[in-house]
């Protein structure tokens, strides 16, 4: 069995996201990936068994980048300073990777394209966000207690925020990222 090279997986997964990025999901082949990424399709194979392994591969790369990584904040600050230092860590995340956050949003509105096991986990929310929407429970400060509401006033407009300026290749300025996590503390919490 052939050896796994680091810079021809690193390929195969920067091509992967360019045509998701340019095509969809549904034109993304492994014929495709391995022409674009410069590898043969039998070297493709090797790394992925089909195309339903790599975006399973590729989302669980994704979302650790975007998501899973974001630190729990200080438990000891306001739960709004927590949930605005979540906020901003998602922000900074989605700035620095839009092909990754392009990509979770497409498999979001496709999760058919995952692996069984992974298509009921497309959801933005990641441990740190869950850790203050329970601190935000347990203080009674929040206007509803249905996280899909939750998310849908703050990592949705956030992820959608960004993914539009990089896709126009417009940067978020600071002042409309303040004012987002404004808006989404009004709609989350209790005054």
């Known amino acids: 069995m052939r050896k796994r090279d680091e810079k021809k997986l690193i390929a195969l997964e920067q091509a992967a996201l360019d045509l998701v990025q340019e095509n969809g999901l549904s034109q993304l082949t492994i014929n495709k990936l391995a022409k674009r990424a410069g590898v043969s399709v039998a070297t493709a194979y090797i790394y992925f068994e ?22 729990e904040p200080n438990e000891q600050d306001a739960i709004s300073l927590q949930f605005e230092t979540v906020m901003r860590a998602y922000a900074h995340n989605f700035n620095e990777a839009p092909k990754a956050l392009n990509f979770m949003a497409a498999l979001a509105a496709n999760p ?54 990089a896709q126009n290749q417009v940067v978020v300025a600071s002042a409309e990222l303040d004012q987002l996590i404004a808006m989404a503390t009004r709609a989350i919490f209790k005054a």
Do not use: C, F
Not at 51 to 66: F, P, S
């Open 50 to 71: 089909n195309k339903a392994d790599l975006l399973g591969h590729l989302y669980q790369t994704a979302r650790e980048q975007l998501i899973d990584s974001i630190p």
């Open 112 to 165: 058919e394209y995952l692996p069984e096991a992974l298509q009921g986990n497309t959801t933005l929310l990641g441990p740190a966000m869950l850790a203050v929407i329970k601190r935000g429970y347990l203080a009674q400060m929040l206007l509803t207690d249905n996280v899909d509401l939750i998310i849908a006033q703050a990592l949705q407009p956030l992820q959608w925020l960004y993914q539009v300026r």
